[in-house]
């Protein structure tokens, strides 16, 4: 299993511009998330999804969308970048423990600067 | 509301010397716990999970970690480290809900 896959590892975007970071997994898990890490903060929470179709914002959703049309794939979309949103943004996917907890696994990371 | 605590953003110690990292959380409820560890340029991987049963948790690496009820801290433990886990560590608790992470604390180890 590749486990959760991201692309592009890294990006350099304009003001304004907008992208897509692209977010897959091989584990069949139900549960997707997108984090963002800045330095000092640790993770924050900007969306995730409990299943194909259905999706919720989490702390910091502002500026970014998501879908998740399938179970494998969770696209994170930027409509007009600001620098405020330079910084390392991860995908993770879970799946539901025996106990009922959740164990997230995590993607290599899409480094993304605004300038 | 849940809300993690790591009270050292940084750790020095020397190689094979012990560390401790110190994690606090604040949850009315049961709850599930976490450490995860972030090599340089490198997503998070798990080191251990502490569910229910014996509050002493071992880990991958030669890491454990105590979940201490009453005093509602998880801290993880080392006894003797290596150059290789210098590294982000990130204490993250959950309620059946999204997880909820601690800012982390970077641990420097010193040949």
């Known amino acids: 299993n590749a486990g959760v896959t991201q692309t592009p590892k890294f990006r350099i975007l304009k003001i304004g511009q907008s992208m897509t970071l692209q977010c897959t997994q091989d584990?069949?898990?139900?549960?997707m998330y997108w984090y963002r890490q800045d330095p000092g903060m640790g993770l924050k929470l900007i969306y995730y999804s409990v299943g194909a179709g259905i999706t919720d914002k989490g702390e910091v959703p502002n500026g970014y969308n998501v879908s998740r049309s399938t179970t494998e794939d969770f696209p994170l979309r930027l409509e007009l970048a600001a620098p405020s949103q330079t910084s390392v943004y991860f995908c993770a996917s879970s799946r539901m423990g025996l106990a009922g907890e959740e164990t997230q696994y995590f993607g290599p990371g899409t480094r993304l600067l605004v300038l | 509301a849940q809300s993690v605590t790591q009270l050292d953003s940084q750790v020095p110690v020397f190689e094979e010397a012990p560390v401790e990292l110190r994690c606090n959380y604040s949850s009315s409820v049961s709850v599930y716990l976490f450490w995860y560890v972030q090599y340089p340029n490198q997503g998070l991987q798990l080191l251990l999970k502490y569910l229910s049963g014996s509050t002493l948790v071992k880990g991958i690496n030669g890491f454990e970690a105590e979940f201490n009820k009453s005093q509602t801290s998880f801290h993880l433990r080392k006894p003797s480290v290596h150059i290789s886990d210098t590294a982000e560590y990130f204490c993250?608790?959950?309620?059946?809900?999204?997880?909820?992470f601690g800012k982390g604390t970077r641990l420097s180890v010193i040949a």
């Open positions: 993250a608790v959950s309620e059946n809900t999204p997880l909820v």
């Open positions: 584990m069949n898990h139900n549960y």
